[in-house]
DNA sequence: TTGACTTTACCGACCGGACGGTATAGTTGC
DNA sequence: GCAACTATACCGTCCGGTCGGTAAAGTCAA
């Protein structure tokens, strides 16, 4: 098995489970048996549970990160918002489940999210500067998080079709947004 | 002491630890310690660790409940997403902490969450039933809902006067949207 | 190329402590 | 004295982390 095989069987195990059984409830033992490994060789990779919980939270960045990127680099007015949006929208198609490995950081330490914080902080800071109207901007960003954080808690309150036309509806916001804003200026 | 008030306080301390502590962390010998009592006292008035996240829920819920009964029950258009954002304001303004029990009972169990979920299904249904514009209400419901989660997650990516800046737009927004309906209509 | 040595990857037994829960004996207001 | 309430002592389990070991895969001088 190749170094970064294993690794990326271990976080996904890890995801897994905190999802199946509760983030508190996530023991070493078992993260090691999904993963088809023994519990010494999980502690070669990551040798404690800390820096498990980190590297958690250091592989959802990624994937955040390189799923974006792409797509906002567009320089186009709004890239960034619809960028965000765009992304959530083919993480519901594909189905991806919510990065449960967060909560399982977070319920070790409340401050192991703060890398978290930095990138979105920092990203919202893009959507707002590329954003036709800053605020509407804003307010779509949160919307957002509002729905990954339900989907994230276990408390949804929305089926996939409301949340597919509240997308859709936020959309055509956006654009009349930026086409008002366009033929004004 | 009488039966309440030690509950309370048990209660009380059970959020403190489990925000200051994480949420996963949260022992009954710390709750009784920080409650003033014994760990036998703690188990007279919750008899296993289940029922106090369970208890836990069920606060959180009744205090969302009678802090909105009132305002929302004056039945003008947009009263309910007016009442549920109001009290997002005020809560801000008495520096109200997070309820962080609540990722407590997540962390314990993913489906101690559920009553969370039926009770804010619920109130998201008031809400577009009573709205002017029932997307930009459940819009408005989503933003909030993204605040709210952000802090408890502790990922808060607005400081508090961008995001009083946000309500505020918001709140305009909404208005803008009532009055067009009436003048329409 | 071959034998000595190092590195990488992994295993599983074990330990000490923490934690949930029980049992039981006080204590106090009525 | 009785019922509500609280405290103390204890038990068994689970869990994070350590540790000694193993096997395969390089590395490299002679």
């Known amino acids: ?80 918002i619809c960028a965000y949006i765009a992304q959530f929208v083919a993480e519901r198609q594909c189905g991806t489940p919510p990065p449960s490995g967060l909560l399982a950081a977070l319920a070790e330490d409340p401050s192991m999210l703060d890398p978290v914080r930095r990138q979105e902080r920092d990203f919202l800071g893009r959507i707002r500067a590329n954003a036709t109207d800053p605020q509407m901007a804003t307010l779509a960003f949160m919307a957002i998080q509002g729905l990954r954080a339900m989907e994230l808690l276990n408390t949804q309150v929305l089926n996939r079709s409301e949340e597919a036309d509240l997308v859709d509806w936020l959309t055509t916001r956006l654009q009349a947004c930026s086409a008002s804003d366009s033929s004004a200026g």
């Open 1 to 80: 098995m190749t170094r970064g095989a294993t690794r990326r069987r271990i976080l996904d195990a890890a995801q897994d489970l905190a999802r199946s059984t509760g983030p508190g409830n996530l023991s070493l033992d078992a993260v090691a048996a999904q993963a088809g490994i023994s519990k010494g060789g999980l502690l070669y990779h990551f040798p404690s549970k800390n820096r498990l919980m980190e590297a958690l939270v250091e592989d959802h960045l990624n994937r955040f990160d390189v799923a974006l990127s792409t797509q906002e680099k567009t320089g186009r007015p709004d890239a960034a």
